[in-house]
């Protein structure tokens, strides 16, 4: 409320010093500025933004708000917020009413939080703009409810596995292309390099294990009659859950430390050159080599093996920017959400992550890259891309962390596979039907 | 004239109000409400649905099997430690010359000076599976096997862990206010105990302990409330976001039902249990230290 009052303040300076500055002839007065668009002269919009996606975003948002001051004349305060506290943080803004104009969503929360009303339905407005058919199919999905979609494709990323290209040479290893040559890859990486974790099974990963389920033909959950039912303890599901995690339960290819990981250790451990292998984002090979230098040259990627060929499919995810309903810069808000996703700030933002851009013309020079810690992601993404069940609910079954417990619970030996997948499917099914 | 002292005292209960009773009835109000879901939050308010939510905790088995035990038995070892190791450092403290004296409590003090989330991060780390100094130690030792063991994901030494690490964090509190009731017992009373040949041991017993018995009750009561809602020390350790459910506790439980299932009313609903079971164990700590209101 404070804030809220404080900005309209801030606001109401910001208009006085612009009109004290036209006065005294010392504003910017090119031709180019005197358009219509200069409608936000003296408004700043409030964005917040995720995060580590770009290690180094202050130069890329400071272009932005130049240009967006340029094309509109209002200013854009960016506020960064880590991933991991970002869905607590923008539940605590809606419930204080203290939510930004604009925003940065993972693209499994959109659904959730458009359908509780709270951002703003872009339907119409990307309609209007022109770009509907050249936005990448999985992240117009993912941020639509009943047909409205309540967030702006943005950027996507897709997990494949990254190795350690001079472990393989050394030992004469190739890239597996199946379930069972990649057990013995690991196999020959654990019996000749005992100090290295060979494939690390991350326990609190779910995005790990779910190019596995996909892989034995598996699904998360399926829709019936309108309903939601998790298949986890289906046949096929459980075969990749079973092969996944036997790589460390049977065959001690992962550590016990592995167990309680997140995504993140996985990299951290890799960045310390303990691990020859990782199922790990198309972001990270850029942040790896810029924490570990000495690892440039020796590090690489392929997509995720099929259980007999072919790839595995694995979670496209990605970020949308999505307008607040509570915004009262609708318009302005629209258009700093297009420039962001559309041309020279779209492909630079893309190269400058290492993630693909939301637009199908910009994402097809990214597949024809030849850099080869492109291409294989690419492929990946292109031909192993699967979402998660995308319903409002599946943000709530991930906050309850069904699947990492899931999988710790295997790990840890205190479940078996059967038991461990029949109580998340129950968990997962109840959750998504309450 | 009557209304003098309380209008002293305004300015301190508006402040005491708007910042502990307004959510605390909020909290309430809301633990007996339909509170659940982003609209819910949006909008501010949601239906009365009476004690539901209350019946949905309480008949919920993993509250009798795992959170209560956690929460209960945890708090107790904690606060049995904590005065125990503050006590015994209040008296090496106070048998220091005073040059010694200052560089110890500085160093105690550190302990209790690092943020609680810096200090359960050191503890991670220092039980690492893989490069935690303590897993590098047992390795050495033959006491797990090569390779190292994850002591995160079994509930006892999960626990035994944020033990250490709430002991650490709490032990210097004690002992600074129980040196500081040592520093007050009278010179004479302990010389005419020894010209009576009372030990060491027999001094602390008969002279230290009933002296001290008032600073002993407040420093239990205060850990015991500090000990019960321990979350950041819990939540931060691998696997303790929810993730591994046998070691929830009366804290995480409740911030992981509301916050990750924007299921608000169950969480009030937890967090109101837990403030009635803190309120009950102090009035019965209370009335067992002290039968003739010594306080």
């Known amino acids: 409320m404070s804030a809220h009052r404080l900005s309209i303040r801030l606001a109401g300076l910001a208009v006085a010093a612009a009109t004290a500055l036209a006065v005294t002839g010392c504003g910017d007065d090119s031709s180019s500025n005197s358009n219509a668009a200069q409608s936000g002269s003296g408004k700043t919009l409030t964005v917040w933004i995720m995060e580590g996606t770009n290690p180094d975003a202050t130069p890329f948002f400071d272009q932005v708000k130049a240009e967006f001051k340029r094309e509109t004349g209002a200013d854009v305060n960016v506020q960064f917020v880590p991933w991991s506290a970002a869905h607590d943080k923008f539940v605590s803004a809606v419930g204080g009413g203290e939510t930004p104009d604009v925003a940065e969503f993972g693209t499994t929360w959109t659904p959730e939080f458009g359908e509780a009303g709270i951002l703003a339905e872009l339907t119409e407005r990307v309609k209007g703009s022109g770009v509907s058919d050249d936005l990448v199919d999985s992240l117009v999905a993912a941020g639509e409810v009943d047909g409205k979609l309540y967030g702006m494709p943005w950027y996507a990323g897709v997990r494949s596995v990254i190795y350690r290209t001079d472990v393989f040479e050394e ?16 196999t020959k990486i654990k019996e000749a390099k005992p100090d290295l974790v060979a494939m690390p099974v991350a326990g609190n990963n779910e995005y790990g294990v779910y190019p596995f389920i996909w892989g034995a033909g598996g699904k998360i959950a399926v829709q019936e009659g309108g309903k939601w039912r998790s298949t986890l303890d289906s046949e096929q599901a459980r075969r990749g859950i079973e092969f996944y995690t036997s790589l460390a339960t049977k065959h001690g290819l992962s550590s016990p430390a592995a167990e309680t990981w997140k995504e993140t250790d996985l990299k951290d451990n890799f960045v310390q050159g303990k691990l020859a292998m990782m199922i790990s984002g198309s972001w990270t090979p850029k942040a790896i080599l810029e924490a570990a230098p000495q690892l440039q040259g020796k590090i690489g990627a392929f997509p995720i093996p099929g259980e007999k060929s072919g790839i595995s499919p694995s979670f496209v995810g990605g970020s ?16 700093f959400v297009q420039m962001m996703t559309s041309g020279r700030f779209a492909s630079e933002w893309a190269t400058q992550s290492s993630y693909f851009p939301g637009l199908k013309s910009l994402l097809a ?52 596979v059967e038991q461990a997948t029949a109580d998340a499917a129950a968990e997962m099914t109840a959750e998504m039907q309450g | 004239m009557a209304a003098r002292p309380w209008l002293l005292l305004a300015p301190a209960l508006a402040v005491l109000a708007g910042l502990l009773l307004y959510p605390l009835v909020r909290v309430a109000v809301i633990s007996v409400q339909d509170f659940s879901g982003l609209r819910a939050v949006y909008r ?76 359960t991060y050191i503890w991670i780390w220092i039980f690492d599976p893989v490069q935690g100094v303590v897993s590098h130690a047992a390795q050495w030792l033959g006491l797990v096997p090569a390779g190292g063991e994850n002591w995160f994901t079994d509930r006892v030494t999960f626990f035994a862990i944020v033990v250490i690490n709430v002991v650490h964090h709490g032990f210097p509190f004690v002992a600074l206010t129980v040196l500081a009731g040592l520093l007050t017992i009278p010179d004479e009373l302990v010389e005419a105990a020894k010209l009576d040949g009372a030990g060491a041991w027999r001094r602390f017993w008969s002279i230290t302990v009933p002296t001290l018995r008032p600073v002993f009750a407040v420093v239990t009561i205060l850990s015991t409330i500090w000990d019960f809602k321990v979350f950041t020390q819990v939540y931060l350790m691998p696997g303790g976001d929810g993730q591994n459910r046998e070691v929830l506790n009366l804290g995480t439980w409740s911030y992981v ?39």
Not at chain 1, 366 to 373: E, G, V
Not at chain 2, 64 to 81: K, Q, R
């Open chain 1, 320 to 335: 949308h920017l999505a307008v607040f309903e509570k915004s009262q810069q609708g318009d302005l808000a629209w258009q």
């Open chain 1, 171 to 186: 030992l004469g290893l190739q890239p597996p292309t199946s379930w069972d040559e990649w057990l013995t890859v690991a």
């Open chain 2, 44 to 119: 501010g308010t949601a239906e009365f649905i009476g004690l539901a939510n209350y019946r949905e905790v309480l008949g919920d088995r993993r509250l009798w099997y795992t959170v209560l035990p956690n929460t209960v038995v945890v708090a107790m070892v904690c606060v049995v430690l904590t005065v125990v190791i503050g006590t015994l450092a209040a008296v090496l403290l106070e048998s220091l010359r005073p040059g010694l004296r200052a560089a110890t409590t500085i160093a105690v003090l550190s302990a209790w000076a690092v943020p609680a989330v810096t200090g």
């Open chain 2, 257 to 295: 039902e509301s916050f990750g299932q924007t299921e608000y009313g169950t969480g009030s609903a937890i967090a109101v249990v837990l403030t009635a079971t803190l309120l009950v164990i102090t009035a019965v700590y209370l009335r067992t230290m002290f039968r003739e209101g010594e306080l």
């Open chain 1, 365 to 416: 020079k990214s597949i024809s890259a030849p850099d080869p810690l492109i291409a294989p992601f690419a492929r990946q993404m292109k031909d192993g891309g699967e979402t998660v069940p995308v319903t409002p609910v599946y943000g709530k079954v991930q906050a309850k962390k069904t699947v990492p417990s899931m999988l710790q619970a295997i790990l840890s030996g205190s479940k078996t």
